[in-house]
């Protein structure tokens, strides 16, 4: 399995720069494939391209999701090519990713990726001090009563500097 793991995660330095070798790794890759070796990480997942291939864009997450939802058999399939594609958009800070994470059909995943999707997304408004979409986020319904606080206490702070008195307001919702 090692093996595996250091083919995946180089395949793409050798497919940018030694295309010739990357084939007979991809080869060889397949091989292990076939024997069992299969990796822990899907083939979507960053973790193994990152800091290697470039992050993909919204527009091309929504593009693979519809052309594998078609392809998709079951309620749960569907639900988790919606999750993750609403995972990739939010950490980029699209509010997109909040009506991919409302299509999931199952209760308690809707509502547990429709949490992390709005975390995320608060965390993205707050990092570009967008006072507007993390005051629209802090009221979030996904929240717990301890995310909504530490939301409400980020979108103060940001609004501190310039206007005390919206500041006070903010905490005091």
Do not use: H
Not at 18 to 35: F, G, I, K, Y
Not at 97 to 106: G, R, T, Y
Not at 110 to 117: C, D, E, F, L
């Amino acid at each position: 399995t090692g093996r595996y793991e250091v083919i995946r995660r180089l395949l793409p330095l050798f497919e940018q720069y030694a295309p010739d070798t990357a084939v007979a790794l991809r080869s060889q890759l397949t091989l292990l494939t076939e024997q069992g070796f299969k990796s822990l990480v899907s083939d979507e997942n960053s973790l193994v391209t990152k800091g290697i291939k470039q992050e993909p864009t919204p527009g091309t997450v929504l593009d693979k999701l519809e052309e594998r939802i078609g392809k998709a058999r079951t309620e749960s399939e569907r639900g988790e090519l919606y999750a993750d594609a609403a995972v990739v958009l939010a950490k980029a800070g699209d509010l997109r990713s909040q009506d991919l994470a409302d299509k999931i059909e199952n209760t308690q995943r809707r509502k547990g990726i429709r949490q992390y999707v709005d975390l995320c997304l608060m965390s993205v408004a707050i990092g570009k001090k967008d006072i507007t979409t993390a005051a629209r986020l802090a009221k979030s319904e996904s929240f717990t009563n301890a995310q909504r606080a530490w939301a409400y206490t980020q979108v103060a702070r940001l609004v501190m500097n310039s206007d005390r008195t919206r500041a006070v307001e903010t905490l005091e919702e």
